[in-house]
């Protein structure tokens, strides 16, 4: 199909979107507590919430440990209901960090690949694609990682095929779209970024917006899971 190279689909979208920005969290650690700070939020009301914890409280896991649980709950973000819920999972992982990793949780990034990606797994809410995220964003590896925006506008041009399960499914998206990107930890973080951008702005869930799409006549459109 016409738009099977990612390399020269995620130059189509650089130049629709312009340069996508740096991430704010790019630390083994600070990635999980920037996934944990808040619920259900833009990357805008995120990033708020995630300075306010950074000015109110620290991003340690020792300054999370020593935060009372009142002054968690008021920095954490979401709908209502769910700051309690992310105050328990920034609190439960600040202490599994602390008590196997003394606070540093750079140091998984030395271990062997397999027990890397397991480690990080034992953290709330990270299965294996954000694990791979992890170490793509932590220059560690050169997965190419996608978040659930990406892996829709890459199934939706024809990428891998749709599986019994989502995570058949990524693998087989991910397998297929890799052959045609550089095994290099900067092409991959900016296909990561794009993608998801375009996932979010146009590649909708439910109601994609072909109208502006540089891949309109090429794109099976239709409402998927993810």
């Known amino acids: 199909m016409p738009n099977s190279n990612l390399h020269a689909i995620v130059k189509q979208l650089s130049t629709l979107y312009g340069p996508p920005p740096p991430p704010v969290a790019t630390t083994a650690w600070t990635m999980i507590v920037w996934d944990h700070v808040a619920y259900l939020a833009t ?3 995120r990033e708020r919430m995630y300075r306010e914890l950074e000015r109110r409280i620290g991003l340690e896991a020792s300054d999370i440990l020593s935060a009372s649980r009142a002054d968690l709950l008021d920095v954490c973000g979401g709908p209502a209901g769910f700051a309690a819920q992310c105050a ?9 960090v602390e008590g196997e990793y003394d606070g540093d949780l750079s140091r ?26 992890i170490l793509l964003f932590t220059r560690t590896h050169p997965f190419l990682a996608l ?9 939706r041009l024809g990428f891998g095929e749709r599986l019994k399960s989502y995570a058949a499914t990524y693998r087989a998206v991910q397998a297929d779209a890799e052959r045609t990107i550089a095994a ?12 998801r951008r375009h996932g979010q702005d146009q590649c909708r869930r439910t109601t994609p917006e072909r109208e502006g799409c540089p891949f309109a006549t090429a794109c099976s459109g239709g409402v998927v899971d993810w």
């Open 88 to 96: 328990g999972h920034l609190r439960e992982s600040a202490e599994l």
């Open 108 to 133: 998984v990034l030395a271990l062997p690949l397999a027990r890397a990606k397991r480690a990080l797994m034992k953290f709330h809410g990270v299965g294996e694609p954000g694990a791979e995220k």
């Open 43 to 45: 990357d805008e009301k």
């Open 184 to 195: 290099d930890v900067d092409a991959r973080i900016e296909a990561h970024l794009v993608l």
């Open 147 to 155: 978040d659930s925006n990406g892996l829709r506008v890459l199934r």
